[in-house]
């Protein structure tokens, strides 16, 4: 380790931000990264993992006081030559410049002044190596979202960086954007050898290819390490975050005398031994059958053969959608990308009216939804204001929305302006705001989006027991958090509901479609859909 | 013209046809003009689109005429008298319908070449010489799907979360007032963002070079050459008068006999102006033809076993 000379040396470094010189953003932070290596910077949000990449690139450091120093490795000996850093940030579309991919990859390039026919080169190489070549005439506005972010992968690293900063570049993106952006991410690392720092809260899909691991609390470095001893530190010190962790890796904390599984195989290996040598039992069958008696259930709402298109001449995005919600439950609607799930929601919601069918209400429910994108929803200048703005029209008591500010933490942040906030604040905020309006029927689309794992826990909790009073349906890629917290699950493909069942029997059916959960313990454990039922399985020997 | 060729060579005869079809007023001019015109949005788009067209802009072209025939009374040969207002002349009632074919043509040339100027090679057109308005250019094509699909998003939101079919008259106007703050909102910290995207990619550079994607090869420079050309015997044969056409008093081509020849070639460099892309087509169909017609005799031999692979 030694004899490897480090890129970048962080020493004593301490920050605090000129608005606010009191609190100590970061906090002597001591760090070396070696070149080549693949370096996850982890934590909850707020705990200064952005601040911190931020810092080791000049033109997007934060203002402030700063304490201690940064250096860099010199390229050839040279004086203050620093090596190039290139910088990919959360948001896939904001950051794009330009309209077309070609320019997009050109931009950087440009500003370096280079000959037309060196950037022809460059955008040749690099657009063969992530092979996108067919999207090089593309509008921007023709890509997803996940296709958006690796094209920011691709005209950060045509600049041939030496080392490469990503600061949570999957947040925004669904499950599956994930999984083919981090492919693409290791295998630049991989084939190439560049030195990557990334952020991320959700560790998922990441510790397999990480070298080190940087975990962050509150402006402290807590741990800095193997992903393995990560896992240990974390489930040993008990650590809240440890919840981020996959669930094979959270297994840890019952089977202390294995090493931590950073992949489901490597889970799985884990569970046949403990089950083989007796200190697992096979977990009772006797399941608690208050899931879900479909007897004492009343239909909410029922949609019949819903078709819609957005415009006269489109693709039909919903063919015969039909289904029946039923009061005081919560529905999950789950399926692949551009299956029509929200387009649905927005039905459901009556903002969009459907073709043809007809969806049937038992009474006349208020119905209430939050769309993805929260900010879509905030039109004032304070998150106070926000939350009043229907105050009026549903008759919200003082007390009321004072409940709605101490379930989602939102007294520390009345008087700042609701962009200000962070992404899961912002989700927070919305989601008070909808609930502020009293809804019978409650439709949230994405509503564990950019929330990191201890907000996501609270969300939980949250519609549990809203439950109690609201019949509740949302849209969600997020199958584990699915397993957790729904009655019913409903998956949308082709045009139309596919399948419904209860949680239980939908996961336990699919082999691929199904939680992670269910994936490591099957055949080994049978029954397990969700953590909580592994912990119990566990916790019994 | 085709997207084949540099966007200059498009912007080139674009011009050419535009300029001339604005300063004739020769009926032969604007009758080829507004026929090409025609054969151009027809060819570009569906028989449709260009009847739709039509459709919208008869009114002007009814209205000119009446506007011209009723005001203005120069002219010898009277039509009729609407009272005891002026004297509808047929001069006048011509160079109406002259007049409003060339307004139409014009609206026809505007519309063929929106095809090419919606494709973003037509940027580099700026980009090459005003580098800052070819970056803000493309930044703006960008920007503005991307905001109509914002707006969407918030128009969408902002009804789904009171959950109401109908809106009244005011909760929509709140509405949209909301709207627009929240997208201008929305914008702001989004561009904010942007910029720290074009900083970490080094902007601004003194460096900086706008990078151009096509080159001007040498079939632009050909083609160029033949249209500047063309058009340039078009503004000599307007200077000497060679195509000056009179209305009024009655309708007669100045000086026809003596400008005879120069006339003649004029109306047939005209025509070679607004041939020129049909005549590159064909040459390319034609070499298509020679280089499958020599497939053809080789796969004939290959057939007759003349020719062996092995």
């Known amino acids: ?541 | 013209m085709n997207n084949d060729y540099h966007p200059k060579v498009n912007l080139f005869y674009f011009l050419a046809v535009l300029v001339i079809s604005m300063l004739t007023r020769n009926p032969i001019w604007i009758s080829l003009s507004f026929l090409f015109a025609s054969l151009a949005v027809i060819s570009l788009y569906t028989f449709k689109y260009y009847l739709k067209r039509l459709l919208v802009m008869t009114p002007i072209l009814i209205l000119l005429i009446l506007f011209n025939s009723l005001l203005n009374s120069r002219g010898l040969t009277v039509l009729f008298q609407l009272g005891e207002g002026n004297p509808i002349t047929l001069e006048a009632l011509i160079y109406g319908v002259f007049n409003g074919l060339a307004l139409i043509s014009i609206f026809l040339w505007f519309y063929a070449f929106r095809v090419f100027i919606k494709s973003d090679e037509t940027l580099e057109l700026f980009a090459d010489k005003l580098p800052t308005i070819g970056l803000m250019l493309s930044m703006i094509l960008k920007y503005i799907p991307d905001t109509i699909k914002k707006a969407n998003a918030i128009y969408l939101n902002q009804k789904a979360l009171l959950g109401e079919k109908k809106l009244k008259r005011k909760a929509k106007l709140n509405l949209l007032i909301q709207l627009f703050s929240i997208l201008l909102s929305i914008s702001m910290e989004n561009s904010l963002q942007t910029a720290d995207s074009m900083l970490a990619k080094g902007y601004p550079s003194k460096r900086r070079k706008t990078y151009v994607k096509n080159h001007f090869n040498h079939l632009d420079r050909n083609i160029s050459i033949v249209i500047v050309s063309l058009f340039s015997f078009q503004i000599i044969t307007l200077i000497f008068g060679g195509s000056k056409f009179l209305y009024y008093p009655f309708l007669q081509w100045q000086n026809f006999e003596q400008n005879f020849t120069l006339s003649i070639f004029s109306i047939i460099s005209f025509a070679l102006i607004l041939i020129l892309p049909y005549i590159l087509r064909v040459i390319e169909k034609l070499k298509w033809q020679k280089i499958l017609e020599a497939e053809r005799v080789n796969q004939n031999q290959i057939k007759s076993g003349l020719i062996i692979y092995e």
């Open chain 1, 1 to 541: 380790m030694s004899n490897n000379q480090s890129i970048i040396k962080i020493k004593n470094f301490s920050f605090a931000y000129a608005i606010e010189p009191q609190k100590t953003v970061l906090k002597s932070i001591n760090l070396e990264i070696e070149p080549g290596s693949f370096n996850v910077f982890c934590g909850m949000s707020g705990s200064g993992k952005t601040t911190l990449l931020r810092h080791l690139k000049d033109e997007l450091a934060p203002k402030g006081e700063v304490k201690g120093k940064i250096s860099f490795l010199h390229k050839n000996d040279k004086l203050n030559q620093k090596p190039q850093i290139a910088f990919v940030m959360q948001n896939p579309e904001n950051q794009i410049i330009m309209d077309t991919v070609w320019h997009e990859l050109a931009f950087g390039l440009e500003n370096q002044g280079l000959s037309a026919s060196e950037i022809e080169r460059r955008i040749a190489e690099i657009t063969n190596f992530f092979g996108i070549e067919k999207w090089l005439d593309q509008p921007i506005e023709n890509l997803s979202g996940g296709e958006k972010q690796i094209l920011n992968l691709a005209s950060n690293l045509i600049l041939q960086p030496e080392v490469l900063i990503l600061d949570e570049p999957t947040t925004q993106l669904d499950p599956i954007a994930k999984r083919d952006f981090l492919q693409m991410l290791f295998y630049t690392h991989a084939e190439t050898g560049i030195t990557i720092l990334m952020s991320e809260h959700n560790l998922n899909d990441l510790l397999e290819n990480t070298d080190k691991i940087i975990f962050l609390d509150q402006g402290e470095i807590k741990f800095q390490g193997e992903p393995r001893e990560l896992a240990k530190f974390l489930i040993e010190e008990d650590f809240a975050y440890q919840k981020a962790l996959p669930i094979p890796t959270r297994m840890h904390k019952f089977v202390p005398q294995t090493n931590p599984a950073l992949s489901i195989v490597e889970g799985r290996k884990i569970l046949k031994q403990e089950v083989a040598s007796g200190r697992v039992d096979q977990y009772s069958k006797k399941q608690s059958k208050s899931d879900n008696s479909k007897n004492d259930l009343n239909p909410a709402l029922f949609a019949d053969k819903l078709w819609f298109r957005y415009q006269k001449d489109s693709e039909l995005i919903l063919k015969e959608a039909s289904i029946k919600i039923y009061e005081n439950q919560i529905l999950a609607i789950v399926g692949g990308n551009g299956s029509g799930k929200s387009t649905f929601l927005y039905l459901l919601s009556q903002a969009l009216q459907p073709l043809r069918g007809k969806i049937n209400f038992k009474g006349k429910p208020r119905i209430a939804m939050l769309g993805q994108n929260p900010e879509t929803i905030f039109s004032q200048d304070s998150v106070e204001d926000v939350l009043r703005e229907y105050q009026n029209r549903f008759q919200n008591t003082e007390a009321e929305i004072n409940e709605m500010i101490s379930i989602f933490d939102l007294n520390h942040l009345l008087k700042r302006h609701p962009f200000d906030l962070s992404g899961g604040e912002k989700q927070k905020l919305a989601l008070a705001k909808v609930l502020l309006t009293k809804p019978d029927i409650l439709l949230l689309d994405e509503p564990t989006n950019s929330l990191d794992i201890l907000n996501k826990e609270k969300i939980k909790e949250i519609l549990l027991k809203l439950k109690e009073t609201t019949t509740i349906v949302l849209v969600t890629h997020d199958l584990d958090f699915v397993a957790d917290v729904a009655d019913y699950v409903a998956m949308l493909f082709n045009k139309k509901v596919v399948a419904k069942a209860t949680t239980r029997e939908f996961f336990k059916k699919n082999s691929y479609f199904t939680t992670t959960t269910y994936r490591l313990t099957r055949e080994i454990l049978p029954g397990c859909i969700k953590f909580a039922d592994l912990e119990k399985n566990l916790l019994q020997f």
